[in-house]
Structure formats: C-alpha cells, structure tokens
C-alpha cells in the first residue's frame, strides 16, 4: 500500500475504500513512513450558510486524516473512533485550500493518541486542531 501511494503524491484519491474520503476528495500532498498530509479545495457544499467551512465537515477531515493515516501506514487492523475533539480557530471558505497533517502522539497495543492539525494554504494559519482516541481492532 506504502509503496502504491508514493506514485498517488499529488492526485487526488478518487478511490479511496471511504467512502466520506472520496466525497471530500482530498489529494494526497505528502507522504512517508511516519507522516501523511492531505490537501482540500472547499467546495460549496461543504460550507454553511454563512458560506464558512462547517464545523462538522472540518470535524470529519480531522477523523478521516487520522483514520487514513492509521490505515495506511500501520495496516493490518481496523480502527474506530473513542473520541474526537476539534477546536476551531480560523474559518474558510468556498474556492480556499486547507490542508491536513495527522500525526500519532502515542500509540499502545490497542489505544493510539493522535492530533491532527487542519492549515489554511495561502497563510499557513491553523485553522482547526483536533485530537482523537482511537481503538484498534483484531484484524476482521
């Protein structure tokens, strides 16, 4: 899988086995054997009615980054959710880029402690941080 996605480096992940990940079609920026990062184009239906990045769509990058991260570079099981928490600093919206940098704070034989930071493109300004609780599963 490692290997399949050095050639995805700049594309978006049209097939991705999410089906909430191809929805949000994020593009796969950069890759390696300890870090992801992923790229989003806002679109209109992802925003609110004041025409802002919603809340729980950015709730849901933070998830999907994080579960992507656990599936690709430490596959073999299957993950689920404990718990998400997102705090939210900045806002985008439609037309803007933001990307998403997962990362693993610590990970133990069956709980993996993660955070995931969501960026605005143009700036670099933090738009969202989330951390999350993530239970790992036998491999079904």
Known sequence: MYQFLLTQVGK???NSPSPFMR???PVLKSIDEQTISFQYTIRDEMTNPAGKLHGGVIAGIIDDATGAMLFILHS???YVTMSNT?????EAKAGEVVYAVPQ???KGNTIVYMECCIYKKETDLLLAKGSSTVFIQSKK
């Open 12 to 14: 978006p992940l049209f």
């Open 104 to 106: 693993i704070i610590r």
């Open 86 to 90: 997102v705090h939210y600093y900045e």
């Open 76 to 78: 073999g099981s299957n």
């Open 23 to 25: 929805w949000l079609l």
